[in-house]
């Protein structure tokens, strides 16, 4: 198993990179996620592989971060998603939007993205929802460079929700409508208040 390649940026497009090392060119086919984090052609550069070995090819999968690596691998999982599609999923959404539109059930918003098709986007949402964190895709979604993790406060409005009669996976619904209206929101007693507003 690769489980990375470090050496030097030869060539960069959108959708793959080669990368030389040890005198030897890998061709990655990487998401725009990725793209947008490489360096210039010419700079050293390291990206996470996944090496797709098949019966009439092999073909290599570049990642920047772990994050995107372990979406790709999430997505693989499901049943009629391809490589090849992941790849495209993720270069249509980022991580914190697509684990959000999964832990919601949001087929509508994958199947926006190109070459998604409503049944797949729907088997995405029912086969992966117990594998994302609702949670860290709520407070990645609404983190702005000046906030602080606001993943507790988002954890504790859910609670407060559970607590006062709402099951999780309706909690979770709120806070989501909440923080996708008002991703400025800064306190627990706020997130609440707007999300029992908007139950009546």
């Given at each position: 198993?690769?489980?990375?390649?470090?050496?030097?940026?030869?060539?960069?497009?959108?959708?793959?990179?080669?990368?030389?090392?040890?005198?030897?060119?890998?061709?990655?086919?990487?998401?725009?996620?990725?793209?947008?984090k490489l360096p210039h052609e010419g700079d050293e550069v390291k990206l996470l592989a996944w090496h797709c070995v098949r019966?009439?090819?092999?073909?290599?999968?570049?990642?920047?971060?772990?994050?995107?690596?372990?979406?790709?691998?999430?997505?693989?999982?499901?049943?009629?998603?391809?490589?090849?599609?992941?790849?495209?999923?993720?270069?249509?959404?980022?991580?914190?939007?697509?684990?959000?539109?999964?832990?919601?059930?949001?087929?509508?918003?994958?199947?926006?993205?190109?070459?998604?098709?409503?049944?797949?986007?729907?088997?995405?949402?029912?086969?992966?929802?117990?594998?994302?964190?609702?949670?860290?895709?709520?407070?990645?979604?609404?983190?702005?460079?000046?906030?602080?993790?606001?993943?507790?406060?988002?954890?504790?409005?859910?609670?407060?929700?559970?607590?006062?009669?709402?099951?999780?996976?309706?909690?979770?619904?709120?806070?989501?409508?909440?923080?996708?209206?008002?991703?400025?929101?800064?306190?627990?007693?706020?997130?609440?208040?707007?999300?029992?507003?908007?139950?009546?």
């Amino acid at each position: 198993m690769i489980a990375y390649i470090k050496g030097l940026l030869v060539e960069k497009f959108f959708d793959r990179v080669v990368v030389e090392a040890s005198g030897v060119g890998y061709e990655l086919f990487i998401p725009i996620s990725t793209f947008d984090k490489l360096p210039h052609e010419g700079d050293e550069v390291k990206l996470l592989a996944w090496h797709c070995v098949r019966e009439d090819d092999e073909i290599l999968f570049g990642f920047a971060t772990t994050a995107e690596r372990e979406m790709f691998l999430k997505l693989t999982q499901v049943s009629g998603v391809g490589p090849k599609i992941a790849l495209a999923i993720l270069s249509g959404s980022s991580i914190g939007e697509l684990s959000l539109a999964i832990a919601s059930g949001n087929a509508k918003r994958i199947s926006a993205i190109k070459g998604v098709g409503k049944k797949t986007a729907e088997k995405i949402c029912v086969e992966l929802k117990d594998k994302v964190n609702a949670i860290e895709a709520l407070a990645s979604t609404s983190r702005s460079s000046k906030d602080d993790d606001k993943a507790p406060m988002l954890r504790d409005a859910i609670l407060a929700l559970s607590a006062l009669g709402f099951n999780e996976e309706t909690a979770n619904k709120m806070v989501t409508q909440v923080i996708q209206s008002n991703p400025s929101v800064a306190d627990v007693e706020t997130v609440i208040k707007l999300a029992l507003s908007g139950k009546k």
